[in-house]
């Protein structure tokens, strides 16, 4: 059962009194197998609390969380809390092996954070295997009390989270994958709140219902917690005005569909301006990586008039309800029309004279059959397997201790801190590459950053198998994206493209296929923090890298002290 209490705290500025209350919220989280019927299969899914989505928190910018998470599957599991900014509470961000190590079945630890000058949509999930293919929820931030939205109060607000089901085990997809060398097995749904919705069999009887009447103005809080799948989403003749993303208040602007990688929150305000009736929202796959198997099936729910002609409620007897026309499935025109409207709705502090100026490439690889593999196990094209790097380093997680643990405590051996701030070898990184360039190395590197630090990073897409729109997520910070572009980037032309007065603020950024993205930020927050791309599949592969951000002077530009209950390796 999920306890929740309240309780009002005072925090004293450490300079002059100011008194800022918030209050503590207190959840427990079972994570459990759960009997869970779609497409007219049970599995038994790995849950919180026995839900599907788990639980919403609804929180306010300025409360602190207390989480116990108690782990009753057989697997080993964490929860990220994904976007929140983790000042100086690195113990609590969640990936395995990287913060902390995994809660192992049986066990529990509490994660301890507070949301600090944060408002509007992030999600929670599991950040161990695949386990977030079922194991994941809305975090809703409002204002502080007294405070209020940058736009008309909406009557209603409805979260819509985006998820992606397998008829079968995802752990034992992603197991088979890492056998054979090949890609995972595709998904068989999409899914809106949980529910495939009426496109797939056995769905219809449970498709998720959202109330609007006529007049309303309602915010949606869209989130992608799909696995692998960038998606499309849209409502049936009804347009969309975005207001905010990743938890950041955007300049609004219309638009009749979004697009959301995976990590990635979109919110948006709809009005209730069309006849009394039902109209179907839906979402399906963008698909950039062309030649590239995926799932591609339409999932979709119900916005549905409160004053809606009887007839039409029941569904069954009634006109079906209206469908809305979605974007084609390698549609990237509309991709970047949408991404390019992003703007901050002010003038904001972007960093400008910069310390660390860095250039990451990202892509997938093939390596070649080790002599000792039987060819079952590489099913990769041509008898290779799949993997991933950035800067043609593959990452790999240690399995013995976590790297926040290793950094604090001085252990060695456990990573390095020769992670390239440049790719070791420049190439026509969107052209044919040299099939040389396909077998990335192995390794645990780290990039240091020194404690403020203004950091630009700039990251591109290489062609290596096939360019692909990549979701890229840095935990424990913001960031400006301050440009993208298409081909390679060139630092003579496209500087002089920045945004440096009103970029969006992101936590997740769409790497565009063939092409590049600026991003900024300060390195204000001491720890070590992952940086990956949010397409499972591919962090599976070694597609990440993590930074380690030094302590700056005092407590208050210090990584706290552990907690007591931090699992035990």
């Known amino acids: 059962m999920e306890s929740f209490n309240t309780i009002l705290f005072f925090l004293i500025c450490s300079t002059m009194l100011c008194w800022v209350t918030g209050e503590v919220q207190r959840h427990q989280f079972v994570i459990q197998a759960t009997p869970v019927k779609r497409l007219c299969n049970t599995h038994m899914a790995i849950t919180v609390n026995g839900m599907l989505p788990g ?4 929180v306010k910018n300025g409360d602190t969380l207390e989480i116990e998470v ?3 599957a057989k697997y080993n599991a964490t929860i990220h809390w994904h976007g929140v900014r983790q000042m100086r509470t690195g113990w609590a961000d969640g990936p395995e092996f990287v913060t902390q190590c995994p809660i192992r079945p049986g066990g529990s630890y509490t994660y301890r954070f507070t949301i600090e000058g944060q408002e509007g949509t992030l999600w929670w999930h599991a950040h161990s295997s695949w386990l977030r293919a079922t194991v994941y929820g809305a975090l809703i931030i ?12 909406p009557k209603r607000e409805t979260a819509i989270v985006l998820g992606e089901w397998w008829d079968a085990n995802p752990i034992d997809v992603v197991r088979q994958a890492t056998m054979t060398g090949a890609a995972p097995n595709n998904s068989d749904a999409y899914t809106i709140n949980g529910q495939p919705g009426d496109l797939y069999k056995c769905s219809s ?15 949606l809080r869209v989130i992608n917690a799909a696995l692998n799948q960038p998606l499309f989403f849209t409502v049936a003749n009804h347009k969309l005005t975005v207001v905010g993303a990743d938890a950041s208040y955007l300049k609004p602007f219309a638009t009749s569909v979004i697009m959301l990688g995976p990590g990635q929150t979109t919110d948006v305000l709809i009005q209730g301006n069309q006849l009394p009736a039902r109209y179907y929202m839906a979402a399906r796959a963008y698909q950039s990586a062309q ?14 008039y409160k004053s809606a002609p009887c007839p039409a409620k029941k569904g069954i007897n009634g006109p079906k309800p209206i469908m809305p026309s979605l974007p084609a499935y390698n549609d990237t025109n509309t991709v970047t029309a949408f991404s390019q409207s992003f703007r901050s709705p002010r003038k904001v502090e972007v960093p400008t004279e910069i310390d660390e100026s860095l250039f990451f490439t990202v892509g997938l690889g093939l390596n070649n059959c080790p002599p000792n593999f039987p060819s079952s196990r590489c099913q990769g094209p041509n008898g290779t397997r799949f993997t991933a790097s950035m800067n043609n380093v593959s990452f790999v ?13 001085g252990i060695p051996g456990v990573f390095t801190t020769d992670f390239p701030g440049t790719p070791p070898l420049k190439f026509d990184y969107t052209g044919n590459v040299s099939r040389s360039l396909y077998q990335p190395v192995p390794g645990t590197k780290l990039y240091k950053l020194k404690y403020g630090s203004k950091v630009q990073i700039v990251i591109q897409d290489t062609s290596i198998v096939t360019p692909e729109n990549h979701p890229i997520h840095l935990h424990g910070y913001d960031f400006y994206i301050v440009a993208e572009g298409f081909g390679n980037f060139d630092p003579k032309t496209d500087t002089s493209k920045f945004n440096l007065v009103d970029p969006p603020q992101r936590n ?57 209950d931090l699992p035990i390796c």
Not at 142 to 153: D, I, L, N, T
Not at 397 to 409: E, G, K, R, V
Request: with cysteine; glycine share 6%.
């Open 55 to 58: 639980p919403t928190l609804e």
């Open 70 to 72: 108690v782990n009753k």
């Open 142 to 153: 409002r204002p502080r009390e007294g405070e209020s939205y940058p736009f008309p109060k």
């Open 205 to 219: 009887k449970d498709t998720t219902i959202v109330p609007i009447d006529v007049g309303e103005t309602n915010l």
């Open 291 to 304: 030649n590239a198997p995926f799932d591609n099936t339409t999932t979709t729910a119900i916005l549905e």
């Open 397 to 409: 997680l240690p399995q013995s201790i976590s790297l926040l643990q290793a950094h604090q405590h």
């Open 508 to 564: 997740t950024v769409g790497v565009p296929v063939n092409g590049w993205a600026a991003i900024r930020f300060v390195a204000d927050n001491p720890g070590v923090w992952i940086m990956h791309c949010h397409l499972d599949v591919h962090i599976t592969w070694g597609l990440a890298m993590a930074f380690v951000v030094e302590n700056g002077l005092g407590e208050l530009q210090s990584l706290q002290a552990p907690p007591p």
